[in-house]
């Protein structure tokens, strides 16, 4: 059965920090290339960013220099370490395959950035 976990969001400052954790189970993880996605209130969901199985990296523009994706192969773990967060990065995040499994997204976790 996949599953797949989000954790790690909350309320933050401008210019705060946070990191995401994803626990991604069955087959999904394994040799695929994983991402991170967001969604704001009334927009659609978004790519974030990409990483493959070796660890090569993307980034959607907007968040160049200020997220990290990585990811642990071996605890079928993805992390989003998020620096400098602007208001504009609120949203409720996912993690997913890419191209993502569409019957498989989890509950995400919110991330507020406010003063």
């Known amino acids: 059965q996949v599953q797949l976990v989000e954790s790690g969001g909350g309320l933050v400052q401008p210019g705060g920090s946070l990191a995401l954790s994803c626990a991604a189970s069955?087959?999904?993880?394994?040799?695929?290339?994983m991402g991170w996605y967001r969604q704001a209130p009334g927009k659609q969901r978004e790519l974030v960013a990409t990483i493959t199985s070796g660890g090569r990296t993307n980034y959607v523009d907007s968040v160049k220099g200020r997220f990290t994706i990585s990811r642990d192969n071996a605890k079928n773990l993805v992390y989003l370490q998020m620096n400098s967060l602007k208001p504009g990065d609120t949203a409720v995040y996912y993690c997913n395959a890419y191209p993502p499994r569409e019957l498989y997204w989890g509950q995400g976790t919110q991330v507020t950035v406010s003063s």
């Open positions: 069955g087959s999904i993880f394994s040799r695929n290339t």
